[in-house]
């Protein structure tokens, strides 16, 4: 099966290279499955109905978040009507939404799709690694799905590849988010989950985390309030990963970052091109 | 003017790989100025004199610290008689060792280093910004020095990124490290200085931060003391940012992330080989 | 019911101060059940098995820890056996010893002790309030217990705070622990719970948290590797919690800080002299 | 000298206490000096002019800040031209503002009144012992002051202690803000310095932190937006430190907490009634 990640969309830079090129790529690449981190969708600061239908619409399977996920209020309500939007899965129970879902793909594959969130330098949640042991218990790999990808939005690189052994062999894909910056680690680990820590964002780049520099550098020189943060408005690049799965046991077999606009170096998936 | 900065050396893994692959590098890419930075290179905790002069030997220039710089007390001591090992520059005055050094280069040319703490979720020093705007203002790029490089010690991406744009187009390099994994963004910003959030690390990747995956990963699952870090033993991998320079201006204009060796993607300058 | 609650033993300067006072207290105030945080009892750092019998000996019915549970590894192992011995209740399941125990006092009531850790600006454990929402959902106040006291093992106000708030009325007792400082908050919430955001500590106050001073703001001012830090050692001074509940309710009718020894002003509950 | 130092005023119930008590205090225990935190007066979030004014119509001579100091922007104007208000003296240079000034009182002598702010758990300032170290060097005590105030707005107890024991001797008093809930730790030093871990608040205590609870625990309860967080609105108590001081060497002879208000114990320094 093909897979395609993409890291954080932020605002409409990040959401006008998404709507751009995730159509083409979707058919050109044949792929099975498309699953997008849209948490700063919105002006930086969650996302709205409207942007998640456009992910969606666009060529995502699945939309997941994390700690932005209700920056919009409005994403407490919808997301209940929304059963492809993930919010992290160990918000505390009786959050609104769900951070499982289970996707059939054309081809009648099923993908079990799970959103999560770090607690090392972030507000802390239930137990990420008690709750993802939950979630694969319930539907393991080749018996309850035919592939399985985990978002692991985190800050620390460390919890991160935590999370990648500790699943490890048991999901198709560890992914992580958060940090806005695609890393250079993508890798099929020895069990045969592909992991990569961060898959970056898609937004603008000539930015800080996808927001203008003026006002975000300024912040760290000076301790007094400004600006809001906006988004930065040059072309969106889009980052992320692309796996290929055995369709037999679900474990990865082919693995690439993907970046494809200004900025960062080009990566596309040789072994689909 | 050629320039190569990797990551944090972790453990003899780690040591290994920069023993065995950097004189080559050294020569084949017929490189000007290298910088490591070591704070791990002792099993995973500062480095020893030993081992500084293992990696100068080597070929580093310079060899820049972090978090972890005094972990080995002798540290303490020995970094006074080093001008060529820096620890963080904004530590407090008094604090022994020296922030930034000036290399000369076998053709004469003047690199000046320097190596700051960022301090978002890391323990408090002294305004980063501050004291890198000090260094600069004290060392013009072109006046004073003919290439500057800057290692930002650091945990946030955003962090990181503002210190890039804080001193674009005033030094030659600011590159990131502390996470242990290298990022996919290296890339030269509109005022001409080479950025690249995180150089990664020189150790063994099949592994949490260079350690042992077991014991690193049990710490997450559950909250009770446990086994000693060790760093892991496999071989290592060294990650970095390769950088050349206008001799005229000290800008970059060529820049290139590395990776050589096993778990990681391959990845060396194209404009050297 | 007469219910004495004393803070973090810290050290020998502590748990001299614990053994020669409290005989005398629980039976010049009738004390009917005693709780003691003895997280830093072993020279600042955990407790032995021998130490909690130390505890347990001078009149303690209850023995509560926090953050420090076990920096003494032995703890890991005597907890299993020490019913009287608690750790904080949100710890992951399946570490070692537990997290709430039911004490039956000489005249026969029964007292359920919990202690549970905050999660601001602390290691993340599960979440303490749904934990607590569960201890007093399996034995309300009054019905399986003729009181309740909960240790909230925090470092902010506001959690404590918020977990008094959340508790009125449904236990005996809300006491902070973990700042080692006694807060002049102690009172009766309008549902009847008594509250303090800290009960402060057993120990020698002309200190930095019990620990000698000087090592102590050395760390502040200089960051480097200095000494160990080493527990005061002048004449400790015992703080914490006097509170009479209603035998039928189980809430509070009486409460008063406690404080004896040098250093801090005197508090003596007068309504049991 | 008499000196009254009164905690973080929050809202309407803060500011109506402090208007209604002070005049009479400062008129029956002839205080020759009062300083007030005022980081919350203004709903919970900073001050504005006509409320500092209210303050300092009230008896207060100076009023001090904290992490909220601008959160009401016009306090970054109107802060230049009121040298009676204070923000944290390591704010970075360039600040609005200034963190030490001089008072003259009644009877000539000179009052030296420095706000810091503290790191752990905060946002990073400049390094506040090396800041107070500058400002005790330019202003001894007893040559260039006749008493000195240090207000040290900080989270955690072991950095306010660490601090008193760094200024011991050299100020009059050390008192820290920030928490909102008063310590039972009024003392004097080995070296003479009047110490209190926190002055508590001047604002509504059947609250958490001086806000309405309902929200502030559901917070920490559901992981959601909500409501905005308003002041309680119950009778406010205010809360500090009293300490009169030799007029010959600047430093205390006599400290009490003080507490005039509902819901908290009442505290009134009897060597002034
Ligand atoms: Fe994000
Ligand atoms: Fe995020
Ligand atoms: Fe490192
Ligand atoms: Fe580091
Ligand atoms: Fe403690
Ligand atoms: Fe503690
Ligand atoms: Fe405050
Ligand atoms: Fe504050």
Redesign the interface.
């Known amino acids: 099966m093909r897979l395609l990640f993409l890291g954080d969309v932020v605002g409409r830079s990040g959401r006008s290279a998404v709507t751009r090129l995730l159509p083409g790529l979707r058919q050109a690449w044949a792929l099975d499955c498309v699953i997008i981190n849209g948490e700063n969708a919105a002006g930086g600061f969650g996302l709205t109905e409207a942007i998640c239908d456009d992910l969606l619409g666009a060529g995502a399977d699945v939309v997941t978040l994390g700690n932005h996920s209700?920056?919009q209020?409005e994403a407490?309500v919808f997301i209940e009507r929304q059963p492809r939007l993930l919010r992290p899965v160990n918000?505390?129970?009786?959050?609104?939404g769900r951070g499982v879902t289970m996707v059939e793909t054309t081809t009648g594959a099923r993908v079990l799709v799970a959103n999560v969130m770090g607690?090392?330098?972030m507000?802390?949640?239930?137990?990420p690694?008690?709750a993802m042991e939950r979630v694969v218990g319930e539907c393991p790999l080749g018996l309850g799905a035919d592939a399985i990808v985990v978002d692991v939005h985190a800050?620390?690189?460390?919890?991160k590849?935590?999370m990648g052994?500790?699943l490890d062999g048991r999901v198709s894909i560890v992914v992580g988010t958060h940090?806005?910056?695609?890393?250079?680690?993508?890798?099929i680990?020895?069990g045969g989950t592909a992991y990569q820590?961060?898959a970056?964002m898609c937004g603008d780049?000539?930015?800080?985390?996808g927001m203008q520099?003026e006002e975000?550098?300024r912040r760290?020189?000076?301790?007094?309030?400004g600006a809001r943060l906006e988004p930065a408005t040059g072309e969106g690049t889009i980052?992320g990963l692309a796996v290929e799965t055995d369709d037999r046991t679900g474990l990865a077999v082919k693995v690439s970052?993907v970046?494809i606009g200004p900025?960062?170096?080009e990566?596309r998936p040789a072994f689909w091109e």
């Open positions: 209700f920056d209020r407490l918000f505390p129970p009786g959050t609104p607690r090392l330098y507000d802390a949640l239930d137990d690694f008690a800050e620390a690189t460390s919890e590849q935590a052994h500790f940090t806005h910056v695609p890393t250079a680690d993508a890798r680990m020895p820590s961060d970056g780049y000539q930015s800080i985390l520099h975000a550098v760290f020189v000076e301790k007094t309030p980052t970052a970046s900025n960062l170096a990566n």
